[in-house]
């Protein structure tokens, strides 16, 4: 797998974890910042999938 790709699905799988966060479906530490965890969690993916981008052959 290219190093274009592994970024490409981690794009997607941090948008899953994002949602997951805020419907509960995943606890975090402290519960009453599980909606500003989903938030950071859910900007993760621009971030990867630019650098999927930038590698991309």
Do not use: C, D, Q
Not at 8 to 18: D, E
Not at 28 to 34: C, D, L, Q, T
Request: hydrophobic share 55%.
């Amino acid at each position: 797998m290219s190093k274009s790709n592994a970024l490409f699905y981690l794009s997607l799988l941090s948008v899953v974890l994002s949602i997951a966060i805020w419907a509960g479906i995943v606890n975090v530490s402290a519960p009453e910042n599980a909606k500003l965890t989903a938030i950071f969690v859910g900007l993760w993916a621009p971030t990867l999938m630019s650098m999927s981008n930038r590698y991309k052959a």
